[in-house]
């Protein structure tokens, strides 16, 4: 398995208002969320479902769906909003928050921040062997090993796809999932 | 042909219908389930674009509807309502609804369109929306039918190609079957035959009909022979006619070779040969047949016929019996011999023979038989008919026979009454003169010629009043008897009615022609020639005046066999009807107006029946009349005594008693014998009588004779004598009567009568009785 730590592939706009946005969601987190992150609050809760996880990443049968956050957390109450009400494969679904990637046990879904952009080599390794899906709108973080990276794309965020990072993780991405993203593989 | 062609073409017509109406249903529901497959599987392409809103994706994913033509257009929408990728791209968004419908596939006009769910799990992410073209599946609906109508075209010219065959196979020869039928059915011409047909089951059928035809045609015909034979036989009006007519039926028309019918008389062993058919007769000549040949019944065919059943014998070769063996010998083979029964009595046979062995079928057979029952029946009748009409004539015979005895009879007692009252009355007068003439010696010629004159007229006045009341009497036994030589009779009547049949003619320029014709040496008859003169001299007036202009009176005699002889009256004049010649024995009938008496022909049939002889009469309108009296030649029982008058002599006195209700025959009576010299007492009846013969008894001068009369009121002739006898057995007892004639016919002499004298009496009578009762 190749880690994505190398080519820089693509390039990232990061609209002002965007940033502005996440400026002042960074100051302001609990209260506004930007409407950049409750798209990518949704987006989370559907990428289960066009992704497959090994058994053995639950704990057990009724073991709920963990949607978890690393580092700052940019949603909000938006990611709750996303998943109120819903279930995955029967599964309850849950939203964790972690500060350091030690503190995650059982994780479906981890969204890293872009408050972890200088820990994604370390996050990365210490993921490796998890069934976890990795998502991170930090710039280059496809490259750096983490499966999927929200890109905002002419005010629209468009999904870049490190399918190798999946595959080695035991996930099986749709390809229906595939279709509408850009595929990249992990540099260095 | 035209019913078979709808029929095949309703039925295609149906399946293609059908057929078209399930494919296009089918292929609606294909189309709906083709559609939303597609619109799943785009749905479900969709989900990821939806669910990362890549609008791009979607659309490139709903590109992938190049590959299905019919769906013209296509959009997506999402969860919000708003339209999101539409295919084909640049369509102009106008043409999509502008928010998605009710969820599933409907048709609308030439369109199916839908809106299918677009799901993440649970989640609805949005509505496809598909619009497809049916124009591709209208485009296959009339290429379908098309291709049915070819179908169906081709089916109906195959099925009309198919059916002109089976029509020229089998309708035709049915049809002409039934126009044979039609034909026969109308023109009653049961000679037509079908037409011969190919196929094993149409010439059977057409053979059973030709079969059927045939069997109708010879029913028909014996029918119609069966009938002209029952007409015939109802024309023919004896049993002779009726099987003559039979036979030649048969020999013409059914036809047989040999016909005879034979008659049977019950518990006779033969039959009798009756009638052989014309042509049958060189036949029957040949097998010794012939009219009244007798046929012996043996215990053969015949005799089984004679039990009333038809006798049908195929081959006579082998029946060992008399008539088989000799119809053999003539040549024929086969032989029925039918039954002629009246009344489960067989009286007669029909025999029929053929030449050919077998020839007569069961139909033949019973035809025989009916024809046979058809004669017999006929022959009935026809024997019932002359029996009837026998007794009818007989009846009228005797009808006519009594009507004029009746007649007669009636007569005769009107003549019987008269006659008595006018010898009553000249009873005196004869007396009278009688005695005057004997016992007056001094009379003048003159005078005693008178009283001749008047005796004689006496006489003929008794006499015929004799013959008048007697003329109906059938015999008269105290005839005048005598011998009659009747040629010399018809000489004398020839003479004497000259002037009839030649001068009083003459005088008016008419000739009667008169032909004797006499056979010599007749034998002489017995009985009263003056009788047969009067009736000859009846029969040449009735002859000549039945010629008023002219013609030929034939008399003749002859012998008759050899006891009977014949005396002819012929005329050649009007001759006489019906009627006149039934009616012209009546007295009183007559066709000569006031000329006739009606009395001559009634005269001559007295006399006839009194000479016990027979009238003939032949006579026709036109064609004269023959009066033919036929004398039997007898033995008369009563010799011909005549009236000899016996002169008596003076006899003794005897005291006389006179019974009578007429005073002056009394007186005349009393007179006369009183000149001879008797004692007389005179009694006026019945009463007057018996008490004066009592009185007479009772002095003891009982009278030697009573001549009393017989007709008298309250105790009348029989009486007077009844107890005359019964007084004294053994005084004389004369009966005097006017109807003398008639009661010794009808009761003989009334008993204790010892004789009977007729009226008016004549005293030279009266004294021959006197003397001989008293001698």
Redesign the interface.
């Known amino acids: 398995m190749r880690q994505s730590s190398n080519t820089f592939c693509g390039f990232v706009l990061v609209i002002a208002t965007l940033i502005s946005l996440a400026a002042s969601g960074l100051a302001n987190s609990a209260v506004e969320t930007s409407p950049e992150y409750q ?1 990518k609050a949704v ?1 989370l809760f ?1 990428f289960a ?2 992704v497959e996880w090994p058994p053995q990443s639950f704990e057990d049968a009724a073991a709920p769906f963990v949607i978890g956050v690393l580092g700052t957390d940019p949603f909000g109450s938006a990611l709750e909003g996303a998943v109120r009400g ?1 279930s ?1 494969n029967g599964r309850s679904i849950i939203i964790e928050r972690y500060r350091s990637v030690t503190e995650i046990r059982h994780c479906q879904i981890l969204f890293i921040s872009r408050s972890e952009a200088a820990h994604t080599g370390e996050i990365g390794a210490a993921l490796a062997g998890h069934s976890i899906l990795t998502v991170s709108d930090i710039d280059d973080a496809a490259q750096r090993g983490v499966m999927i990276r929200f890109v905002a794309e002419n005010n ?4 870049r796809i490190n399918a190798d990072a999946a595959k080695a993780a035991g996930l099986s991405i ?1 390809s ?2 595939l ?3 850009e595929l990249v593989t992990s540099a260095g | 042909m035209t019913m078979i062609l709808l029929t095949s073409g309703a039925v295609l017509l149906l399946t293609s219908a059908s057929f078209v109406a399930h494919e296009f249903l089918t292929f609606r529901y294909s189309t709906v389930r083709n559609l939303s497959t597609l619109g799943q599987v785009i749905a479900t392409n969709s989900t990821a674009a939806l669910a990362f809103d890549n609008a791009k994706d979607a659309a490139e994913i709903l590109t992938a509807l190049k590959a299905e033509p019919h769906v013209v257009s296509a959009g997506l929408y999402d969860s919000a309502g708003r339209l999101f990728a539409i295919y084909p791209q640049g369509f102009k968004s106008g043409g999509f609804p502008q928010r998605p419908g009710a969820d599933g596939y409907r048709f609308e006009g030439r369109f199916l369109v839908g809106f299918q769910p677009v799901l993440m799990g649970q989640r609805r992410l949005g509505t496809l929306f598909l619009k497809s073209d049916l124009g591709a599946l209208f485009d296959w609906l009339r290429l379908f039918s098309g291709i049915a109508a070819v179908v169906i075209a081709a089916s109906f010219l195959l099925a009309y190609l198919i059916s002109r065959s089976l029509q020229r196979q089998i309708s035709e020869p049915i049809l002409a079957l039934a126009q044979t039928a039609a034909a026969v059915s109308h023109g009653r011409d049961y000679s037509v035959r079908a037409a011969p047909v190919q196929g094993h089951e149409l010439r059977l059928l057409t053979d059973g009909f030709n079969h059927m035809l045939e069997r109708t045609q010879a029913q028909l015909s014996r029918l119609d022979l069966l009938q002209k034979i029952t007409r015939a036989i109802g024309e023919g009006q004896d049993p002779a006619n009726i099987f003559r007519v039979v036979l030649q039926r048969l020999e013409d028309d059914m036809p047989i070779e040999f016909g005879c019918i034979c008659l049977h008389e019950a518990r006779d062993d033969h039959l009798t040969a009756g009638t052989v058919g014309a042509r049958s007769m060189p036949a029957a000549a040949s097998m010794g047949i012939a009219e009244q040949t007798r046929i012996p019944i043996d215990d053969n065919g015949i005799s089984m016929c004679l039990r009333g059943q038809l006798v049908y014998e195929p081959d006579v070769r082998e029946v060992p019996f008399p008539l088989p063996q000799r119809l053999a010998t003539a040549g024929f083979r086969s032989l029925v011999i039918a039954p002629l029964l009246i009344e489960s009595n067989v009286f007669g046979m029909l025999i029929a023979a053929r030449r050919a062995a077998g020839a007569f079928t069961s139909g033949d057979c019973e035809f025989l038989r009916q024809v046979s029952e058809h004669a017999a029946l006929a022959t009935h009748q026809a024997q019932l008919y002359s029996a009837l009409q026998r007794a009818y004539d007989d009846l009228r015979q005797s009808q006519q026979t009594a009507l004029q005895q009746e007649r007669l009879r009636a007569l005769g007692e009107m003549a019987s009454g008269i006659a008595h009252d006018i010898n009553n009355a000249i009873s005196p007068v004869a007396l009278y003169t009688e005695s005057l003439l004997e016992r007056e010696p001094n009379l003048s010629e003159r005078t005693r010629s008178y009283l001749v004159t008047i005796q004689r007229a006496i006489e003929d006045v008794a006499e015929t009043v004799a013959r008048m009341r007697e003329f109906y009497r059938p015999r008269e036994p105290e005839i005048v008897l005598g011998r009659i030589h009747i040629n010399r009779a018809v000489q004398q009547i020839i003479e004497l009615t000259r002037a009839r049949w030649s001068d009083v003619p003459q005088q008016r320029g008419i000739m009667i022609e008169l032909r004797n014709e006499l056979a010599d040496d007749l034998p002489e008859l017995i009985g009263a020639e003056s009788e047969v003169r009067d009736a000859l001299t009846n029969l040449v007036f009735n002859a000549v005046d039945a010629m008023p202009n002219g013609g030929v009176l034939t008399l003749r005699t002859f012998l008759l066999g050899s006891q009977r002889v014949c005396l002819e009256v012929n005329d050649t004049g009007i001759g006489m009807d019906e009627e006149t010649r039934r009616r012209c024995l009546e007295p009183f009938y007559t066709t000569k107006g006031e000329r006739g008496t009606g009395l001559g022909l009634a005269m001559v049939y007295g006399m006839i029946q009194r000479h016990s002889a027979e009238l003939e009469i032949d006579s026709e309108p036109g064609k004269g009349t023959t009066m033919r009296l036929i004398f039997t030649l007898s033995v008369p029982d009563t010799a011909a005594s005549g009236l000899v008058p016996v002169l008596v002599p003076p006899q003794s006195p005897l005291r006389i008693l006179l019974v009578d209700d007429d005073p002056i025959l009394l007186q005349s009576l009393r007179d006369t014998l009183e000149g001879d010299g008797h004692s007389i007492t005179a009694a006026s009846g019945g009463q007057a009588g018996i008490d004066a013969f009592a009185a007479a008894l009772a002095s003891g001068a009982p009278f030697d004779a009573v001549v009393t009369d017989l007709g008298m009121p309250y105790v009348d002739g029989r009486k007077v004598a009844a107890m005359v006898r019964a007084a004294s057995p053994t005084v004389p007892i004369v009966m005097l009567t006017g109807w003398g004639q008639r009661l010794v016919a009808d009761d003989e002499v009334p008993p204790h009568v010892d004789r009977v004298l007729n009226k008016p009496p004549r005293l030279a009578e009266l004294r021959v009785i006197l003397a001989e009762l008293t001698a």
Request: aromatic fraction near 12%; avoid cysteine; proline fraction near 6%.
């Open positions: 798209v987006f559907n479902q066009f819903e995955i629209r965020i468009r999904l749709s229906k999932l279709r509408p993203a």
